[in-house]
């Protein structure tokens, strides 16, 4: 879970590496703020290659008090698409 306080924007950052150590390359990265399952903002990662993983992050600004946000990222690594949702609280 990511925590705010109504207001802040900040960059939220994840870190990709291989479980099998192989070299790959992230083709695209975007990500999508939804609350309530409603989309309220979205836009592409910025994307970093960091020694044998990548870096992708996203500055995100929720704007409305509220434990039911969802940070979803979609990025796309050769022929795979891969998806993960992250719970967001603002207070």
């Known amino acids: ?4 306080l109504l207001g ?3 960059y939220v950052r994840f870190l990709i590496h291989s ?3 192989e070299r790959f390359v992230i083709k695209e ?3 999508r703020l939804l609350l ?3 989309e309220e903002s979205s836009g592409m990662c910025d994307v ?9 992050s ?3 600004s929720p704007m409305r008090v509220s434990s039911y946000y969802k ?3 979609k990025v796309k690594i050769r022929d795979e698409t891969i998806m993960h949702r992250e719970d967001v609280e603002v207070r």
């Open 1 to 4: 879970m990511v925590r705010f």
């Open 48 to 56: 970093e290659q960091k020694d044998d993983s990548w870096e992708i």
């Open 71 to 73: 940070l979803e990222l």
């Open 19 to 21: 479980t099998v150590d």
């Open 36 to 38: 309530n399952g409603k």
């Open 8 to 10: 802040e924007d900040k």
């Open 29 to 31: 990265a975007n990500w």
């Open 58 to 60: 996203s500055k995100i």
